[in-house]
Structures are given as structure tokens and as C-alpha cells.
């Protein structure tokens, strides 16, 4: 999508991926900056760690305690051209712009059920959180995490209602933050004991590839409102693309080279 919208705005720009393990994020950031990169896009499991290698929080990075865009700026200082690391985030609310035009849904009183607590899971709790959902059920596979993603809320915001476990009545909204439903042989992200389809209004899958996960198809054939990930990862890379060029992003090119690569065959 950012290589699109470059061509788009006929920018002499490219975005490029590359993979980089955990103990060397620190020289990866630091080669980036030397070989001047404009910035940086950082996934899992980088998201945390690169707050403390940070010259520089935006707002948005300290609020949800998460980097996953960095900003390369010419500070200038002493005569001299040098490069600061700035972090920022731009999940957070790339997640309740993707549910306001793929779900039309509104946060604020409602009933939320979301799986995951880890990278993803965390930034959203604490998202939903701040939209004054009138309850938050978490779930997670490692209950302890759960537990302090949920300690976090009630200290960031006391009157959030946090619940670990599953509902017992219907939810507004169901939200899957977890990494089951890549793989075609994985199973639902729930436990059917606990929980049924028929108990949420929508369902959210972060995944996007495939555009159909088991979820989605168990929930759309419970006859509840669905959408995959998409409109976040279009959200939140547009931002990106704000914060890197000074300019709109081009939100209609970016999404058909989104929509394009969804729908042609993995490698």
C-alpha cells in the first residue's frame, strides 16, 4: 500500500521489508537512521522493546506504550545535521476507525469480548478502555498476562470495567487479537464451552490474510456483522504514511493495493 501511494503522489520513495530478531532491533534501528531512511515500521515482536530505544515519544507512543512507526528527524543541533528517533503509534486508533466504517460500530457502552492479551491485544484493551466500553472480558491463553494488561486499565483508567473470562450474556462486539486463523488448519480462537458465535453482534478478526478466517466464517454463518483486519492495517499504515511524508495519504489507492494483495495467492 505505501509503495502505491508513493507512485500516487509521484514520491521517489520505497518501502521495504525486512526481517530483524529481537536482540538485533537495536543496531537495525541505528543502520536505518545511518543509511537515511525516512522511518520505520516496527510488527511484532518489536513493539515494545523499541520504546526504550527511542530518542523521542509522540503522544500517542506513550499513551499506549507501543511503538510501531519511527521517525527519523535532522534536529539540527550544533551546526550540525543530527537524526533523532521519534516513536509513535498509530494502532490504536486505526482499531476503532476500521469498526466505525466496517462495523458501524461505536464503542462507548458497548459489551466487549476480546481474545488476545499479548501486542495487539494489549493496545486494543487499552483502547477499548479509554472508549468507555461499558465492559471488557478478556481472554488469553497465559491468564497471567491477562491479569496485567488488566491491572494496567484499572490503574490508567478506574472506572473501566475489566472482566477475565468469558461472558455468560450476548456482547456487542467480539474482537480476535490472537494469531489463530493464519494458518488454514487453525481452529477457533474461543473455547466452545464457554462461548458461541450467537453471543456477538459483530465479530472482528485483526487478521486479514486469509480475508475469511474459521471465525469469520462461524460468525457470519451465526448471522452476526463481520469484518477482517484490513481497515486497521489501511489505518494505521495511512498514518504511517502521514508521519513520514508531511502529506494525505491516498486512502483509495492504498486500500485496492491492500484489497489486490489480500486476494492474490500466498507465497
Known sequence: MHNAAFAALG???RYLAFEVRPHDLRAAIA????M??????LTVPH????LVLMDALDKSAKKWGAVNTIRFESTGVDGRANVRAVGFNTDADALTAALREDLKIDLPGKRVLLLGAGGAGRTAALKLAAENVAELFLVNRTQSRARAVAAEIKKLFPSARVTLGYPAAEVGLLINATSLGLKSEDGLPFDKRQFSPEQARAVYD???RPAETALL???RKAGCRTANG???LLHQGAKAFEIWTGKV???DVMRRALETAVRSPQS
Open 249 to 251: 495519504p491516498p486512502l
Open 31 to 34: 543502520g536505518a537512521r545511518a
Open 230 to 232: 484490513l481497515g486497521m
Open 217 to 219: 466464517k462461524a460468525a
Open 36 to 41: 537515511g531512511f525516512a522511518g520505520l515500521n
Open 206 to 208: 485483526m487478521i486479514y
Open 47 to 50: 513493539k515494545l522493546p523499541a
Open 11 to 13: 514520491l521517489n520513495w
